[in-house]
């Protein structure tokens, strides 16, 4: 008879104890397990080109032509649908992409290690705001940004990070950034710039030109998500740390390709339980309307996955500016996330609430038994490719994801009746 | 008649509506009004050598080797008493200093301008951690770092912010740190961090070498009180704006010595009230206790004065863990405050509250009717000079000022019957 408590307590014990540290920066294709060139990674479960959402589309087709292997919408179009270029699920290769999330073997990636248990966890650099190819933008402006980043600042942080002895601690510099109004997925501002704090000295000794320094630390500076892959690597590294423990009923993974929401199980191994992805409700800046939105899209979920994100939202009330809703709201957020999760985080903890550990380790028994599903900050990206971030706002999963992975659970762990 | 109320309103608008801009930084004989070589600026009302603290005694005695003035303490001691040497404090020259204060001729400070009315305030720079001048230490080590900031780090700062087209709106990264968990007084952890990115892209284009700008921004980033220096030097340039209003109750300087506390007030010119320090009560670092304090010192009540710091406690649940207390001792601290002040400020919000502004301008009247007093969190000098901070916590002005003062308003502007 299989321990469920037990299993669970092992998998959040794991996940809780994780310690992900940022190495370095190297070449994707150097790095991440599996990766080829003729390989494209994205954000969620499994997609076909055919049932791809806009931006996830003009992030395939930006990548393609940044890789050199496509010059235009038709021709990257055409390598993706006649199998000549490959997409696979960034989660299946041990990373994580915020938006569309593609990522191609050229691409510069953070490689984390979690020193407790040695897992590794990747996730691309953060290409600030605007027109950017995770929201599906390919212009050639997007392409050189992103050569600039794979030829400069890539290069340079991880000079810089190998002047660090230890690496960057990105679980201690949370822990900072949740007592300092972030919430970890759609706030990271404090985040941003502890990691930009801790880099400007090492970056300040890398071999670099000063415009070049000046350039990347202002990049760096000015950019509020610059922490968030790095952040999204982090809680992939901790969440893969719970997968894998045999009768387990523990989320470890719920992405959003801008089509289907998946979600993977930690006593069920690599298999995906979809369904389509909400709406987001939120803010929209202006000239936009939930008319333009896409469907829910991003890795980002990670953090949520985690016990941070929306569970840490009482962390954060700053963010309802951002978002919509009341400090009360954030704070009522969190207390609902209790509900449905299987501990309080021993590494995170919410000062508001008298330091009391976040919610983590979201159980699918829970969410079935409770109707409570896990509550997702995201931002918003248009439904057109190209066009950017268009608002910021909450979501929620499908709930037959959960209904299905569970009744899967129950039929691999023999709990059906006859 | 005088109308009071308006009065009041006019003061702590000009106060609300002062914008200090960081501009530079500068020789403290080069800038400060009425600096001279024979004379040491120093926190709080007018001491004498004779009444004055240990960690003020100390620091004094540290500023003049520094100076090449005194070689040690005897020949210091003489100095000041003889009246080779003058104190006066630094709220009589546009400026403000943490702890003891103590401010010399050659030392470096900040220049802030508050481009609304014209004034300006000044600043010497942080030492950060460990044995400071500020706590009254005065040790060859404390003087070498002394002298590097002096020849380093404050020529450096300079030109970094002679590249800045704009200055830095001091006020504007006080508003931003609000809502990352800082209150600016005793926790300026986000302000610091803001600080250092923001300078970080201008430090690397100076002209110093490599490893001197690794050494500053590293210096920067390692001290979360980096930012307290131009935030003082900001709150005493937005409440001097308010300062000098007839009929005015409203208090604009509270500043303590180590022995007396001292305030002004804006309608009754550069008057000093003052009555004895007292002594913090929060939290101890191992091997200290409440027996090791000095009386309640240092200029940074100016945060107070400028509705932040224990005024807008609520914002920095977190800082219960470094004075002690619980989140909801923060939030109700704040409450209190909104008791005795005037306006709510209308460019500090706090997200907690719903975005209310802070509490800003301490009413004399309110003070003394109600018996409230306003609340100061602060750092806590030990009794002794050199040995540095011992702990930090909350602490109250003396009610005897309030009084004195309302008892003198009322004198000058004929209020009192006969």
Known sequence: MIDIEQANHTAVTRMMSARPILRT??????????????????AGPPITWERASGPMKGAIVGAL?????????????????????????????????PMAGVTSASMQVYVLENVTLGNKAYSNLNEGYGKVLR?????????????WMNEVMGPMLAEALALSEDGLDIRALLAESLHMGDEGHNRNKAGSLLYTARLAPLIAQTSASTAEKARVLQ????????????????????????????????MTTMARNGTDLGIRVSGL??????????????????????????????????????????????????????????????????????????AEHTAFTIPVLGFRGTPVGVDIRKVVELGIRP?????????????????????????????EALLAFAEQYGLLED
Chains 1, 2 share one sequence.
């Open 135 to 147: 929201y599906g933008a390919y212009s050639p402006e997007v392409l050189d940004k992103l050569r």
């Open 269 to 342: 191994g690599g298999r995906w339980f979809t369904g389509p992805v909400g709406q987001p409700d939120g803010l929209y800046f202006p000239g936009y309307t939930a008319a333009d939105a896409s469907g829910d899209i991003g890795d980002s979920t990670i953090t949520e996955t985690a016990g941070i994100g929306a569970f840490a939202m009482a962390s954060a009330p700053a963010i309802v500016t951002f978002i919509s809703g009341t400090p009360e709201m954030a704070v009522n957020t969190t207390l609902e996330m209790y509900e449905i999760t299987t």
């Open 65 to 97: 032509i940044f890789e050199g292997r496509a010059t235009d919408w038709d021709s990257a179009e055409k390598l993706v649908a006649t199998g000549q270029i490959s997409l696979e699920p960034c989660h299946e290769h041990d990373a994580v992409g």
């Open 375 to 403: 509550q997702i900050n995201t931002g918003i990206a248009h439904k057109d490719p190209g066009v950017g971030q268009v608002g910021a706002g909450l979501v929620l999963p499908p709930m037959n994801v959960f209904e």
């Open 25 to 42: 920066v190297a070449t994707a294709r150097d790095v991440i397990p599996g990766m080829r060139d003729d390989l494209l990674l994205h």
């Open 219 to 250: 990049f760096l500076a000015d950019n509020a998500l610059s922490v968030l892959n790095p952040v999204m690597a982090a809680c992939k590294a901790m969440a893969d740390a719970g997968h894998g423990v045999a009768g387990s009923t523990i």
